[in-house]
């Protein structure tokens, strides 16, 4: 056996799989002579000339998308293996290779920085297959059970805090993230269940579940700031003979203060044959009292968060209110409402949000009327205000 092929499988294991692959890979390099790599099959030709490879054995879901591997090879024999990830939606990213001779010995890392989106269509026409199949593998048998749902969203469970482990918090890009993203950065994230609901959707059971995400320390234990800020989260589960598979799942959608409290999910049509969800919830500090209703709109992999609808009911004198700084939100008595309008042009209903009552304004010394009428129209699964 020669010590440079050993150590190839090695080096490839390190920086593909974190060295928890090394008897597949070990089996791959040294079994094989170039170019049948166990597990890698042949897709079809780049636009440069390259032939493109698959390794359809090692899809791992990550975050929320998938994790994958192909090879590519050049006239010489010479080729790269390359590391993939996609987010099941638009983006196929190709993060980092490994470069080797055509006789097998190491030819350097290649890594582009900051990863390069990846959009051959030979490869986007395998994403869908590559997605369902990560995603659908996770479940479990029986009776609906929080901790087993925990144990297939997360792949791992801790008996004694009672929560879903996700062995590293990746946070979604969105300006409401970067307050909170030093108190996850290298760490892991502790889940628990909120909410599961069960529902019927196209004649089909079904549950969701809505999740929320603390920092793990690093001596072990659930994060101790109860007021502090957590991630929220949500999957829905479809029952196929006599399985719990997960069919759509978000790790992060929103941010969550300490002080929230949800309080229901349940179904509501967002258009002819479209079913969302409504999360329902409530906040309150000092003599502030907020409401709130969140939509919820599945797609084929994702639980989307569409809209955050606030509806204040808030108690507090002018006197009060003129004393403290965020007397706007304190002094506000706002009811909210919302109502699904028809779509002529689309799938989805206009949604349409009015608000109703007074705020206090601080120049004014007085309160005064606050109504206001939006309508929002769905665009790529977040309501947005038309016009």
Not at 8 to 32: E, N, P, R, Y
Not at 150 to 158: C, E, I, K, P, R
Not at 186 to 192: C, K, S, V
Not at 295 to 320: C, M, N, W
Request: with cysteine.
């Amino acid at each position: 056996m020669s010590i440079v092929r050993i150590l190839t499988a090695l080096w490839c294991c390190f920086l593909l799989t974190g060295c928890d692959q090394v008897g597949h890979m070990l089996q791959a390099i040294i079994s094989a002579d170039f170019p049948k790599v166990p597990g890698f099959k042949k897709v079809g030709t780049l636009e440069n000339g390259r032939k493109l490879y698959l390794d359809s054995s090692r899809i791992k879901w990550e975050g929320d998308g998938i994790r994958f591997y192909t090879l590519e090879t050049d006239s010489s024999g010479a080729y790269t293996i390359y590391s993939m990830t996609s987010d099941c939606q638009t983006q196929v990213t190709r993060e980092h290779g490994l470069r080797y001779m055509s006789g097998g010995s190491p030819a350097g890392q290649d890594a582009p920085h900051p990863p390069e989106p990846f959009a051959q269509s030979i490869l986007r026409q395998r994403i869908d297959d590559l997605c369902a199949a990560s995603l659908s593998a996770r479940r479990f048998a029986g009776s609906f059970d929080p901790q087993k749902a925990l144990l297939a969203l997360f792949g791992d469970y801790n008996e004694t805090l009672k929560a879903g482990v996700w062995s590293a918090v990746r946070l979604p890009e969105g300006a409401q993230f970067k307050d909170v993203a030093a108190d996850y950065a290298n760490r892991q994230g502790l889940a628990t269940v909120e909410i599961a609901q069960a529902f019927r959707d196209d004649d089909q059971e079904k549950y969701v579940v809505v999740t929320r995400i603390v920092p793990l320390t690093a001596e072990g234990t659930k994060w101790g700031c109860g007021a502090c800020a957590s991630l929220l989260g949500g999957a829905i589960f479809v029952h196929q003979q006599d399985q719990w598979v997960v069919e759509a799942e978000t790790k992060v959608f929103d941010i969550i203060g300490g002080h929230d409290r949800l309080l229901k999910i349940q179904p509501v049509e967002v258009g002819p044959r479209k079913l969302g969800l409504s999360l329902s919830g409530e906040v309150g500090y000092a003599n502030l009292q907020i409401e709130y209703d969140r939509i919820l709109i599945p797609s084929r992999y994702h639980l989307h968060q569409a809209i955050e609808v606030i509806k204040f009911d808030a108690s507090g004198d002018e006197s009060t209110c003129s004393a403290r700084g965020w007397e706007q939100e304190l002094c506000a008595k706002l009811i909210g409402r919302r109502e699904f309008m028809p779509n002529p042009n689309g799938p989805y209903s206009f949604l349409q949000v009015t608000m109703t009552g007074t705020t206090y304004d601080r120049n004014l010394g007085k309160r005064r009327h606050a109504d206001s009428m939006k309508t929002y129209e769905l665009v790529n699964y977040r309501y947005q205000e038309r016009g």
